[in-house]
Nanobody, 118 residues
Framework: QVQLVESGGGLVQAGGSLRLTCSSSGRTFDSHAMGWFRQPPGKGREFVASISWSGSITNIADSVKGRFTISRDGDTVNLQMNSLKPEDTAVYYC?????????????WGQGTQVTVSS
């Protein structure tokens, strides 16, 4: 069974930092892009960041550019979140898809809650 498991979520004050980690089991994700989506309360899921299978190409949403960075070590993906804002509050999902991370990736994690207090 293929699984993506997120960790590192929690409660933080505005201006603080969190580091999310996504680990995989059940298969390797070579040739797969991986990344993160989030779903704020009462809103739809939105793209946050992606990274190519080699780690050489990253894509960051404008809403978090300059504050969030994505990195990858094999099948483990990290999302470093700095200067957090209350509007970053959401459930964060790890995802993986062959070659390119589309809006409908094949593999999803179960999500981890990030809450930023003002």
């Amino acid at each position: 069974q293929v699984q993506l498991v997120e960790s590192g979520g929690g409660l933080v004050q505005a201006g603080g930092s969190l580091r999310l980690t996504c680990s995989s089991s059940g298969r390797t994700f070579d040739s797969h892009a991986m990344g993160w989506f989030r779903q704020p309360p009462g809103k739809g899921r939105e793209f946050v960041a992606s990274i190519s299978w080699s780690g050489s190409i990253t894509n960051i949403a404008d809403s978090v550019k300059g504050r969030f960075t994505i990195s990858r070590d094999g099948d483990t993906v990290n999302l470093q979140m700095n200067s957090l804002k209350p509007e970053d509050t959401a459930v964060y999902y790890c995802a993986a898809n062959y070659r390119q991370l589309t809006n409908t990736p094949r593999y999803w994690g179960q999500g981890t809650q990030v809450t930023v207090s003002s």
